[in-house]
């Protein structure tokens, strides 16, 4: 019998916190050779786009794929889980919280190796609906008391930050400039749907962190040129995926401003962080949203959901 679980069982089953750890020890497997990704593909067609990724994590006895379809009607989400032992089809999630979740969850960890221990002050780019995982994921790894919030539109920026500070019992200001939110920031977040650059590189200050999650298009970015040369430290996601789809970084590279010598993979840096930064350092973190992450995500809800007795089990596959 299979699992379908909806997104109200998605949102009273995964916490921030559960999520940082479960994909803490699936990028140590990647690490290892034991868990494997499968970079999104794209099927575009006339009115829309369909996105397939897959991924396989024998430690979490799953593997499974995550499809999508983003037309102008709306954007549509679902994981499926199947058994690594015997291929049974265990689970179907809808998975539009699960994959925000998972997003701030990746933003979490890499915030975790990257920043600074002593950061406090986030500036966020972005008040839609991956700016509120984002800004809680930072908050679950470092003693964050005050965000300034930057987007175009006043009022949706207002009511994002009221209620982003009752959620996170912070102060949450909100800033009528982009430039206002980066030079606060000891950890700047991006999430926008930005085709430009949304900040310039000379108003980052020393020691932040950034993590640019907006864009995985490789016509798009949120990043300048010069952020990128300030970096001492460039990590992403997926090496792989991002050589296809990091428009922050495929753009200053065909432009021969940038070497993809430069970048690290998250699991490595989990594995073997390298040298302590200096204070100084700027690092980046280029979030692509890998298969990995949605899967195994999606196999901590279903263990879940089976202890809990939640869920509606249906004959399909068996």
Request: glycine share 8%; with cysteine.
């Amino acid at each position: 019998m299979a699992l379908v679980l909806r997104e109200a069982h998605i949102r009273t089953l995964l916490s921030m916190r559960d999520t940082v750890m479960v994909l803490e020890d699936a990028f140590k497997d990647q690490a290892e050779g034991i868990a494997l990704n499968q970079p999104r593909d794209r099927l575009m067609c006339t009115n829309g786009v369909l996105n397939i990724l897959a991924a396989a994590a024998p430690a979490f006895g799953i593997m499974g794929m995550k499809a999508y379809t983003a037309f102008r009607e709306g954007v549509r989400f679902v994981v499926m889980l199947f058994s690594s032992q015997d291929g049974r089809l265990l689970a179907l999630l809808e998975s539009d919280w699960l994959g925000a979740m998972r997003t701030g969850g990746a933003t979490a960890l890499a915030t975790r190796y990257l920043a600074r221990e002593d950061a406090t002050r986030v500036g966020l780019i972005g008040a839609g609906n991956q700016a509120i995982t984002q800004l809680m994921g930072v908050c679950a790894v470092r003693p964050i008391t005050t965000a300034y919030v930057y987007s175009r539109q006043q009022e949706p920026r207002e009511v994002f930050c009221h209620e982003m500070a009752r959620l996170l019992h912070i102060d949450v200001v909100p800033v009528s400039t982009a430039r206002a939110a980066v030079e606060a920031a000891d950890i700047l977040i991006t999430a926008t749907t930005a085709w430009e650059p949304v900040f310039q590189g000379e108003w980052v200050q020393p020691g932040c962190h950034i993590n640019a999650i907006g864009s995985n298009w490789p016509q798009r970015r949120e990043i300048d040129s010069l952020t990128l040369q300030r970096c001492a430290l460039i990590v992403a996601d997926s090496l792989e995926q991002a050589q296809v789809e990091a428009g922050d970084l495929i753009i200053p590279a065909d432009e021969g401003i940038f070497d993809w010598g430069m970048v690290r993979e998250l699991a490595d840096v989990i594995c073997d962080p390298g040298p302590l930064r200096a204070p100084e350092d700027i690092t980046l973190f280029k979030s692509l949203g890998i298969a990995l992450e949605d899967v195994v995500t999606a196999a901590h809800v279903y263990h879940l959901a089976r202890q809990r007795g939640l869920g509606e089990e249906i004959n399909l596959l068996l």
